[in-house]
């Protein structure tokens, strides 16, 4: 397994784990309607980790089998 392979796993566990954690965490209601969300940059944060792996991946499948075309 080379490294872009593993930096495109590593990207989209990260991705996952953060969504998983916002999940887990929950937010409060305040009387008043507010909504407190303790670590609400988790779910930016996932979609940025889960954004880098889809480019990578993507670019990985297509150097991939345009490498294996050329052979």
């Known amino acids: 397994m080379n ?5 495109t796993l590593v ?17 409060d209601m305040k009387p008043n309607g507010i909504i407190i969300e ?3 940059f988790l779910v930016p944060i ?5 954004l ?8 990985l499948g297509y150097l991939t089998l345009k490498d294996k075309t050329r052979k």
């Not at 990207?11 to 937010?27: E, M, N, V």
């Not at 996932?46 to 889960?50: D, I, P």
């Open 38 to 40: 303790p670590y609400s």
């Open 3 to 7: 490294t872009k392979a593993i930096l």
């Open 52 to 59: 880098i792996s889809l480019i990578s991946g993507s670019l």
């Open 11 to 27: 990207t989209l566990i990260s991705g996952i784990i953060c969504f998983l954690l916002s999940a887990f965490i929950g937010t």
């Open 46 to 50: 996932s979609l940025f980790f889960l």
